[in-house]
């Protein structure tokens, strides 16, 4: 089955400063990889996804990046903010739909 | 968001009763996954439904864990006996048909003394 591997574990970074969070996923048919933030107390919430057929996208402060090849995917938050402080989960789904396995979490320190 | 809906939000019980967890999916899912969250595990995928079928059961832990889907909207995961080691958040989530964009419910926050 898939497995979703995320570093690092914890993160911090100064405000204003940019913070990158990186996963690798095992299963190639993998097609749908979205990134969750997850606030002390609160369920996971969708900030970003990108699909195969796309290497990049951004959002505002935020960017996503995927290489099928080396079947590896990144988060970036540009120009940092306390509020960016929580837990980001990368994740992994075959068929968007199926079967989304989560890598371990990155808490995420901005400090102000 | 109110198209996963778990209850109850928290309960409190003791070692060897049964513990059962709801979710309802209110319109436009076609899955349901039920998902513990614990500082140790993180985010483990206990089961998956598709169209009301269990397709990936291996996470869960063992015998003790049971979940069905009776129909498209309703869930349950149940725990019987339940012991200590099974306190964590249980997430309910389902994927919105038209997108494929995984939706959590709010978790139930399960504590067994």
């Known amino acids: 089955g898939e497995n979703v591997e995320q570093h690092p574990s914890t993160l911090s970074v100064q405000e204003g400063d940019s913070a990158v969070i990186k996963c690798t996923y095992s299963d190639s048919a993998s097609n749908y990889f979205p990134w969750y933030k997850q606030e002390l107390g609160k369920r996971p919430q969708l900030i970003i996804d990108?699909?195969?057929?796309?290497g990049e996208k951004k959002d505002q402060r935020i960017a996503v990046t995927l290489n099928k090849t080396a079947k590896h995917f990144s988060l970036h938050i540009t120009e940092t903010q306390p509020e960016d402080s929580a837990v980001y989960f990368c994740?992994?789904?075959?068929?968007?739909?199926?079967?989304?396995?989560f890598g371990p979490g990155t808490r995420l320190s901005v400090l102000p | 968001d109110a198209g996963v809906i778990q209850s109850p939000r928290h309960e409190v019980t003791e070692m060897g009763q049964e513990v059962t967890l709801r979710c309802k999916l209110i319109?436009?899912?076609?899955?349901l996954f039920w998902y513990r969250q614990t500082m140790m595990r993180g985010l483990e995928l206990l089961i998956y439904f598709n169209n009301n079928v269990p397709i990936d059961d291996s996470g869960m832990p063992e015998d003790r864990f049971s979940a069905k889907m009776p129909n498209a909207s309703f869930s349950t995961l149940k725990i019987q006996p339940s012991e200590p080691r099974d306190s964590a958040v249980y997430f309910c989530a389902s994927p919105y048909a038209n997108t494929g964009e995984l939706f959590f419910g709010e978790g139930s926050r399960l504590t067994v003394l």
């Open positions: 990108i699909r195969s057929n796309v």
């Open positions: 319109s436009g899912h076609n899955s």
């Open positions: 994740a992994a789904s075959l068929n968007y739909g199926q079967n989304f396995v």
